[in-house]
């Protein structure tokens, strides 16, 4: 049995306002065994292609490679555009030793709302997986029933988007300030290529592709994740 720990804590800022919201990132990560093009970062398994999209979309020339300078490259990214990471896993057991999130067992969660409560600038949370199971948002919602919160459904298109309440203590010295916020989730494409096969199913995906053959699931990913990063 592998013991799987997250290897980063949560990377958020005061003025973080949007946060990102995975699961694990691969065991080597945790175990040091790093590859050759892998960054020492959230999300920096060079297989996981969600800061090649960042990347793509913002023409940064980002490292990838085990540098510090590929990791402050990240972190000044995210700084500078008010976003933060914070994985829902905290743990997890393996029988087998892979990155996949239907092969969790004994899961531990983060205290996500916790965090949310810790820095009122958060808005939205952008989960990079929807509701199947063991995703980031299957696991926020097992998470937040133990607060009463539900999520109501404002947009069923792909991303879908949700929005739930999140009660605010009353503050004793400042009674103006506001005793809820509304925040919103964003249940984006998995960066993993295990999804490509349920992209190539979307009737949309399948609309472009039919009108330009090059349009491919990077392509469509880049197109979707654009508007929230």
């Known amino acids: 049995m592998f013991k799987h720990t997250h290897p980063y804590q949560p990377f958020i800022k005061e003025t973080t306002k949007k946060l990102i919201v995975g699961t694990l990132p691969p065991p ?30 913002h023409h940064l020339k980002l490292r ?10 990240r972190k000044q990214f995210l700084i500078e555009h008010h976003i933060g990471v914070c994985d829902i896993v905290e743990s997890c057991e393996r029988d087998k030793i892979d990155a ?34 063991n995703g980031p948002e299957y696991f926020f919602r097992r ?20 929005q739930f309440v999140l009660p605010v203590m009353a503050s004793e ?28 199913s979307i009737p949309l995906y399948q609309q472009l592709k039919a009108n330009n053959p090059a349009f491919n699931t990077f ?11």
């Open 143 to 162: 998470h937040i029933k133990d607060y009463g919160i539900r999520l109501e459904l404002v947009s069923n298109d792909i991303p879908r988007i949700h």
């Open 28 to 57: 080597r990560f945790s175990t040091g065994n790093l590859l050759e093009k892998d960054v020492d970062f959230c999300y920096g398994s060079y297989y996981n292609s969600l800061w090649l999209y960042i990347d793509h979309i």
């Open 219 to 229: 392509d469509f990913r880049v197109m979707q994740y654009r508007e929230f990063f």
């Open 64 to 73: 990838y490679d085990n540098s510090e300078e590929a990791v402050t490259q």
């Open 100 to 133: 996949s999130d239907l092969g969790m067992k004994n899961i531990q969660l983060r205290n996500l709302i916790g965090y949310l409560k810790q820095f009122p600038n958060i808005d939205t949370l952008l989960f990079t997986g929807g509701n199947s199971k």
């Open 173 to 200: 010295t400042k009674p103006s300030l506001p005793t809820e916020r509304l925040i919103k989730t964003v249940s984006l494409t998995s960066v993993s290529g295990a999804a490509n096969m349920s992209i190539s």
